[in-house]
């Protein structure tokens, strides 16, 4: 009997040194412990998953944390400098998908019964599309004189000249943009009297409408280094003209050409493939410029 009892003795002695070094083995793992009768059970009972849970121990907890932040979402990333976003300039051709970057202030409606009238820079306009409601009578290389002859505009299956369609339709409102083709005239003088002539034209043929005179656009500075004729000391000779003659002719005159222009007075080189026709974003600043002073 004394036998039986001295084994039980040291069976038990041996399940309590088996649970000491248990415990032994987890706090030198890393894993905090408290020795007590209900952690030795769970040992004990194959229970190391569960003292793993309740001590927060995890058999990746050895693995280095990474300390990289996470991902920045878009919305936070700072917007790019004046000088990175011309830089990113799309050189594609205008899109209708782009909206104007300027807050319209010209009442809603307000060109639906206007026309532009011009040369491929007024076409570049129609293409980008940001003036909502606005006819376009343009015409590559459409100039004072062609305006009267070259028929570029399609109406019930005939064909009209700007001058001819603009009488036709009765439009409340025309903006006129030439010049940049005409540099190159002879006469610079003729240039101003065909001008002035198409602007009393318009009014004899659609009464109460509201001439805008459009200055001539500014070419890159590559552009106007290279030319004698399309240069920008000449486009602000030709732009001075224009201005004054609009004065004398009751026409409004629309200095366009600041919307685009960098410090210098030329078109920035982001602006446009060729140094002339402006891409979708310079068009953008040009819809901003005719929402914010008509």
């Not at 009014?203 to 200055?215: A, F, L």
């Amino acid at each position: 009997m004394r036998q039986r009892a001295r084994r039980y003795f040291l069976m038990e002695k041996a399940a309590v040194y088996s649970c000491v070094a248990a415990a032994a083995f987890f706090t030198a793992a890393g894993v905090s412990t408290a020795f007590n009768g209900s952690y030795a059970r769970s040992v004990n009972l194959g229970g190391t998953a569960i003292a793993a849970k309740n001590t927060g121990y995890s058999e990746h907890a050895a693995a280095p944390v990474s300390k990289k932040p996470p991902a920045v979402s878009a919305v936070s990333v700072p917007p790019a400098s004046k000088t990175e976003s011309k830089a990113a300039v799309s050189s594609e051709a205008p899109s209708s998908a782009l909206p104007p970057e300027s807050t319209a202030k010209a009442g809603e409606g307000w060109f639906e019964d206007a026309v532009f009238i011009g040369n491929s820079l007024t076409e570049g306009l129609r293409n980008y599309d940001g003036l909502d409601g606005a006819s376009y009578y343009a015409g590559k290389g459409l100039m004072v004189d062609t305006v009267y002859t070259k028929k570029i505009v399609s109406s019930g299956g005939r064909q009209y000249t700007a001058v001819q369609a603009v009488k036709k339709n009765r439009f409340g409102k025309v903006y006129l943009m030439f010049g940049i083709n005409e540099l190159g005239w002879s006469s610079s003088q003729t240039f101003f009297d065909d001008y002035g002539k198409l602007i009393d034209d318009i009014k004899k043929g659609s009464s109460g409408v509201k001439i805008y005179v459009q200055s001539i656009m500014p070419v890159s500075a590559k552009k106007s280094e290279s030319s004698k004729i399309y240069n920008n000391a000449k486009i602000r000779e030709f732009n001075g003209r224009l201005e004054k003659l609009a004065k004398d002719k009751n026409a409004v005159y629309l200095d366009v050409a600041s919307a685009v222009a960098d410090g210098s007075g030329a078109l920035p080189e982001g602006a446009s493939l060729d140094g002339v026709h402006l891409n979708a974003q310079y068009c953008g600043k040009w819809c901003g410029y005719l929402q914010e002073h008509t």
